[in-house]
């Protein structure tokens, strides 16, 4: 493609660039893996990332990783390494067996996938001498994962915009934050992005599809439902929230002090 030929229209960028920008995601000389699944939102994250890359006042480099999960014998390796040649971006896979991994591990299939999927990333990116990740999580992504904590654990949490992961010493970032689903899907069509299908057996089949339809219908009932669960995400000003749970040491502190303050005898 030629240099003088966008690769994403300029307007579409701003929101990649406020998120780059609001949470400090750049510095001089970032290597940043790019989680590449060969999805919409992967392929456009991509794309975006080696667009603003050639504008950057903070000089960075990408490269992308694919897992093979094994899923099937028809790995789309030589689709994924068509795609990032014609953004000059490099390529990297690893073939771990999830089938496999899940049968000896049991639990949750996409928990398991999940969880090799992240140790691939990590291990890959720190062999090749890159310091961040960069993953495709959107705005619908935050939501509904904000929405599930809270029915499934009782706990106001979603992924963060940055996050630091000690261990490995590698940070997370997640550029998209600030686009819808629906502009990913719109975006990629206009710019010619041919998404690969998921080879997983349960896609469109998990928790967090379920959840995004019943948002999506709350939705239809409460127009304003969705800006509201993406407003909750954000720290108030006020909090009017309960403090934080006592665990059994500290409210037998707090018991023996609030007696303790009564009339000497």
Same mark, same amino acid.
């Given at each position: 493609?030629?240099?003088?030929?966008?690769?994403?229209? *300029?307007?579409?960028? #701003?929101?990649?660039?406020?998120?780059?920008?609001?949470?400090?995601?750049?510095?001089?000389?970032?290597?940043? =893996?790019?989680?590449?699944? #060969?999805?919409?939102?992967?392929?456009?994250?991509?794309?975006?990332?080696?667009?603003?890359?050639?504008?950057?006042?903070? /000089?960075?480099?990408?490269?992308?990783?694919?897992?093979?999960?094994?899923?099937?014998?028809?790995?789309?390796?030589?689709?994924?390494? @068509?795609?990032?040649?014609?953004?000059?971006?490099?390529?990297?896979?690893?073939?771990?067996?999830?089938?496999?991994?899940?049968?000896?591990?049991? #639990?949750? /299939?996409?928990?398991?996938? *999940? &969880?090799?999927?992240? @140790?691939?990333?990590?291990?890959?990116?720190?062999?090749?001498?890159?310091?961040?990740?960069?993953?495709?999580?959107?705005?619908?992504?935050?939501?509904?994962?904000?929405?599930?904590?809270?029915?499934?654990?009782?706990?106001?949490?979603?992924?963060?915009?940055?996050?630091?992961?000690?261990?490995?010493?590698?940070?997370?970032?997640? /550029?998209?934050?600030? &686009?819808?689903?629906?502009?990913?899907?719109?975006? #990629?069509?206009?710019?010619?992005?041919?998404?690969?299908?998921? /080879?997983?057996?349960?896609?469109?089949?998990?928790?967090?599809?379920?959840?995004?339809?019943?948002? *999506?219908?709350?939705?239809?009932?409460?127009?304003?439902?969705?800006?509201?669960?993406?407003? *909750?995400?954000?720290?108030?000003?006020?909090?009017?929230?309960?403090?934080?749970?006592?665990?059994?040491?500290? =409210?037998?502190?707090?018991?023996?002090?609030?007696?303790?303050?009564?009339?000497?005898?």
């Amino acid at each position: 493609m030629s240099k003088n030929i966008p690769f994403v229209p *300029a307007e579409p960028l #701003g929101k990649l660039w406020r998120c780059l920008i609001e949470f400090d995601m750049l510095q001089p000389n970032d290597k940043i =893996m790019i989680g590449l699944s #060969g999805g919409k939102d992967s392929m456009l994250l991509t794309v975006m990332l080696a667009e603003i890359k050639k504008f950057s006042p903070i /000089p960075f480099e990408i490269a992308c990783f694919t897992m093979n999960g094994m899923f099937s014998s028809d790995f789309p390796k030589e689709k994924l390494e @068509a795609f990032c040649n014609k953004y000059n971006v490099p390529f990297y896979t690893e073939e771990v067996d999830i089938p496999k991994a899940h049968a000896q591990k049991g #639990g949750s /299939p996409c928990f398991t996938c *999940a &969880y090799f999927r992240r @140790a691939a990333t990590n291990r890959k990116a720190k062999e090749l001498g890159f310091n961040k990740i960069a993953l495709a999580h959107h705005n619908d992504d935050a939501v509904e994962t904000f929405f599930m904590n809270l029915m499934t654990t009782g706990q106001l949490k979603t992924f963060l915009p940055v996050t630091y992961l000690s261990r490995m010493d590698l940070t997370v970032l997640r /550029p998209l934050l600030y &686009y819808r689903e629906e502009e990913i899907r719109e975006l #990629g069509k206009q710019i010619g992005l041919e998404p690969i299908k998921n /080879p997983c057996p349960y896609d469109g089949h998990t928790m967090r599809q379920d959840v995004k339809e019943h948002i *999506a219908s709350l939705n239809e009932k409460y127009p304003e439902v969705y800006e509201h669960l993406a407003a *909750a995400m954000r720290l108030p000003e006020e909090p009017e929230l309960w403090p934080s749970k006592l665990n059994q040491k500290e =409210m037998v502190a707090k018991f023996r002090t609030f007696w303790q303050k009564g009339p000497k005898k």
